[in-house]
C-alpha cells in the first residue's frame, strides 16, 4: 500500500522577506488583473490578509489611498515591496524575516488570501 506525498505544485506559497512579500505563481494568479492590494491583519489569530483591489474599486475611491499597497507581477511570481508591513510581520512572529515560507489560502466568501502565520512551509 502506497502512502502518498502530498504535493505543493498547487499550494499557495508566500514567503516574507525583511523588505517584500513574495507570492509564489499559484497565489499570484487571484491577483493577475489588479495593480493594488489592501493588507490586514489578525494578531489573535497569526493571520495576515492581502485582498486584491480593482482599479474601478479604485477610480471609485471604496478604498482610502493611504490603504493602497502596490502588487507587482513577474512570470511566475507576484510581490508587495513595503518595509512596514514586514516590520509589522516579524514583529507578530517575534522572530527577524529571512524569507519564511507560509501556507496560505484564498477565501473565496471575503475575495482575499489569507496567510496564517503559524504555518511555516518548510
Request: hydrophobic share 40%.
Amino acid at each position: 500500500m502506497f502512502e502518498w506525498v502530498t504535493g505543493n505544485a498547487h499550494a499557495l506559497i508566500v514567503r516574507v522577506y525583511p523588505t517584500n512579500i513574495t507570492l509564489n505563481a499559484s497565489a499570484t494568479s487571484y491577483f493577475s488583473d489588479v495593480r493594488y492590494v489592501t493588507i490586514g491583519f489578525n494578531k489573535d489569530s497569526m493571520k495576515v490578509a492581502i485582498k486584491p483591489i480593482t482599479k474601478r474599486e479604485v477610480d471609485l475611491k471604496l478604498v482610502a489611498l493611504e490603504q493602497l499597497h502596490k502588487v507587482s507581477i513577474g512570470k511566475g511570481y507576484g510581490r508587495i515591496s513595503n518595509k512596514l508591513v514586514c516590520d509589522d510581520i516579524s514583529a507578530l512572529i517575534n522572530q527577524p524575516l529571512s524569507g519564511q515560507r507560509f501556507l496560505a489560502q484564498f477565501d473565496s466568501k471575503n475575495h482575499m488570501l489569507v496567510i496564517d502565520l503559524t504555518q511555516i512551509h518548510p
